[in-house]
């Protein structure tokens, strides 16, 4: 157990509609990382929030949104979804910003119908 | 951004055999992780090693950061082995990336 918690563990919906995945970080860690695996693109990193503040970017599309609240947790939007948004999302955690250990959640695994 | 290769994407091996899988980067890192993809799809961290050697029962990890790879050892395997594994890294203020895997079958 790695000590980040991800809800739900899985989610089935339709295309079109908007789906929250939530994510609680380690004790002690201030970032947060979101990714998302799919079959064709492998892990890919989305976006990095750091005690509350968005901190890097990566291949995140403009219908997705994150945020990171004042208890550190975080929650990653995904709305007018498409079939091709059928993925596993992680989130993991870390102390700092960059160059240190991040630790996974079990991931929730999104399908779009 | 910097760019990762696994070898070998694929590997078959039969329970009690030893194995080695290599990570290559395009550039220097700072930040340098080894993790294993379970069937279940739960990614777990075997090692965090931007440089040397780690060793952790029948795992162990070497990192040569000048040269810019790394390799993970896996000894006596066993069927629990089986899944995808990954390395990973980033260096300062770049995002983390994620090889394309290698994918091991430990056969009874």
């Known amino acids: 157990d790695s000590g980040v918690t991800q809800t739900p563990k899985h989610l089935i919906t339709a295309t079109g509609q908007r789906v929250t995945l939530r994510c609680s970080p380690r004790?002690?860690?201030?970032?947060v990382y979101w990714y998302q695996q799919s079959l064709d693109q492998g892990l890919q990193f989305l976006i990095q929030?750091?005690?509350?503040?968005?901190?890097a970017k990566g291949n995140i599309l403009e219908r997705f949104s994150a945020q990171q609240f004042p208890d550190l947790h975080s929650e990653l939007n995904l709305s007018s979804l498409e079939l091709g948004d059928s993925a596993l999302y992680f989130c993991?955690?870390?102390?700092?910003?960059?160059?240190?250990?991040?630790?996974f959640g079990p991931g929730t695994r999104l399908t779009v119908l | 951004g910097i760019q990762v290769e696994q070898s070998p994407p694929d590997l078959i091996l039969q329970e009690g055999a030893n194995s080695t899988l290599r990570c290559n980067f395009s550039?220097?890192?700072?930040?340098l992780q080894w993790f294993h993809q379970n069937p279940w799809g739960q990614l777990i961290n075997l090692f965090y090693?931007?440089?040397g050697t780690k060793q952790n029962g029948r795992l162990s990890a070497t990192t040569v950061a000048t040269e810019r790879y790394s390799l993970l050892y896996i000894s006596s395997s066993q069927t629990t082995d089986s899944g995808v594994y990954f390395c990973?890294?980033?260096?300062?203020?770049?995002?983390?990336?994620f090889g394309p895997g290698t994918r091991l079958s430990v056969l009874p």
């Open positions: 993991a955690s870390s102390v700092g910003t960059s160059g240190n250990e991040q630790f």
């Open positions: 004790s002690g860690d201030l970032s």
């Open positions: 929030y750091y005690n509350g503040e968005e901190r």
């Open positions: 550039d220097s890192v700072n930040n």
């Open positions: 090693i931007p440089s």
């Open positions: 990973a890294g980033n260096n300062y203020g770049q995002n983390f990336v």
